[in-house]
């Protein structure tokens, strides 16, 4: 069976800082693919990036970066300089080798204040 | 139109009714899917439909019912429900692995239902 942990909750801090959204999978999958999804208020999951699992290499996307390690079977995304307007909900989501959907984490609330 | 659209956006029901939410997508997917997203639980996935053929089906409930007419068009047929059925329906397409999957999965808005 695949799970996604993503033990925080909510998270709020102030605009301008750094913030790091911690995701933990599990799946017994040797290939098996990696998503980031942010969901604003108006409800609709936006992609934000997706990970192989035979690609280790951290990626960078302006503002945002994510850390992919597999000895920690773990897939962190850090948002540098936080802006209002990252104020969601990021999920973190597994898909295995052979299945069609994707398995979801519980999902972090992030709070950014002005 | 682009995207994945979901109608109704809003939808409240009486236990007793009966109601569709209706998803269409003009990606040129094959693969279409099904999600609810409670308040304080995962996201979770109902039910996949692959090349139009029902794929998967995670112990829902009967009183959900999928319908795949064509590779653009899902429905989600809603009878007897309960007060703990409102959520946020949430409908995704992709194409499936092996027929040109670009590893992404595109979503909607969602129905918010609310039952009564």
């Known amino acids: 069976a695949q799970k996604v942990t993503q033990a925080q909750t909510e998270i709020s801090v102030v605009e301008k800082e750094d913030v790091t959204l911690d995701c933990v999978y599990e799946t017994r999958d040797t290939t098996y693919y990696l998503f980031w999804y942010k969901q604003p208020p108006s409800g609709e999951l936006v992609f934000l990036i997706r990970r192989n699992s035979f690609d280790e290499q951290n990626e960078i996307s302006g503002r945002y970066s994510w850390n992919f390690q597999k000895s920690t079977s773990s897939f962190n995304f850090t948002i540098t300089a936080s802006q209002v307007v990252d104020s969601a909900v990021y999920f973190c989501?597994?898909?295995?080798?052979?299945?069609?959907?994707?398995?979801f984490g519980k999902g972090t609330h992030l709070i950014i204040q002005p | 139109e682009t995207g994945v659209t979901q109608t109704p956006r809003h939808l409240v029901m009486g236990m007793t009714n009966k109601k569709s939410l209706k998803c269409e997508q003009h990606l040129g997917h094959n693969a279409m899917y099904w999600y609810k997203q409670s308040a304080k639980k995962p996201l979770e996935l109902m039910f996949v439909y692959s090349l139009e053929e029902r794929v998967e089906n995670n112990s829902v409930p009967s009183r959900f019912s999928p319908e795949c007419p064509n590779s653009s068009h899902l429905f989600l047929h809603l009878h007897t429900l309960q007060p703990e059925d409102s959520a946020l329906y949430l409908c995704?397409?992709?194409?499936?692995?092996?027929?040109?999957?670009?590893?992404?999965?595109?979503f909607g808005s969602g129905t918010r239902l609310t039952v009564v």
């Open positions: 989501a597994l898909r295995g080798g052979g299945a069609d959907g994707l398995t």
């Open positions: 995704a397409s992709s194409q499936v692995p092996g027929t040109g999957w670009n590893y992404g999965y595109t």
